[in-house]
T-cell receptor, first 109, second 118 residues
């Protein structure tokens, strides 16, 4: 079946370091969405990418959608303690939105 | 906008008891999703409704789980009888699907119900 794999599962960084999480799909996606879940909270939509090779930025966050529309990445520059949480990618395919298992980011001040 | 509303926020029950989780989607949204989240399995889609009709219930674990959406502003997820392995956070999410939509639109999550079955 359709799968969306996300790596790494966990990432511990020092405040100020960069962070990247990667998302790979077994099938071509129509779109990729990214969500953030703070500890004890619920997933909150961050962004959606639709076009092949698309790159979008939100302040220190950079989102990319691969040329083949099978992979995506989220890069955070100079992490802050407020970036702590779990980042999920969700791939849209055949009418479904499949969530990856998420990357849990911890930031040491 | 109140967002997606879920109740109760926390539920502690004993094995064998019936549990009913409730969800009120965002007004005007026509799709509703129930998810279960655990450390081991991550975020799992249980069932998806579009215009109050169940579209995909392949994620429902077993017959002990049932979901209904009697109208556009209310849905329930019921577990009967509950078991300790059902302990998890259950999220409800809603989205707006356009006619001919493909179920991939942005989903807005509720705060979740934290269920503990002893």
């Amino acid at each position: 079946g359709q799968q969306v794999m996300q790596i790494p599962q966990y990432q511990h960084v020092q405040e100020g370091e960069d962070f990247t999480t990667y998302c790979n799909s077994s099938t071509t996606l129509s779109n990729i969405q990214w969500y953030k879940q703070r500890p004890g909270g619920h997933p909150v939509f961050l962004i959606q990418l639709v076009k092949s090779g698309e790159v979008k930025k939100q302040k220190r966050l950079t989102f990319q959608f691969g040329e083949a529309k099978k992979n995506s990445s989220l890069h955070i520059t100079a992490t802050q303690t407020t970036d702590v949480g779990t980042y999920f990618c969700a791939g849209g395919s055949q009418g479904n939105l499949i969530f990856g298992k998420g990357t849990k980011l911890s930031v040491k001040p | 906008d109140a967002g997606v509303i879920q109740s109760p926020r926390h539920e502690v029950t004993e094995m064998g008891q019936e549990v009913t989780l409730r969800c009120k989607p965002i007004s005007g949204h026509n799709s509703l999703f129930w998810y279960r989240q655990t450390m081991m399995r991550g975020l799992e889609l249980l069932i998806y409704f579009n215009n109050n009709v169940p579209i995909d219930d392949s994620g429902m674990p077993e017959d002990r789980f049932s979901a209904k959406m009697p109208n556009a502003s209310f849905s329930t997820l019921k577990i009967q009888p509950s078991e300790p392995r059902d302990s998890a956070v259950y999220f409800c999410a809603s989205s707006l699907e356009l006619t001919g939509g493909t179920g991939e639109k942005t989903q807005y999550f509720g705060p979740g119900t934290r269920l503990l079955v002893l």
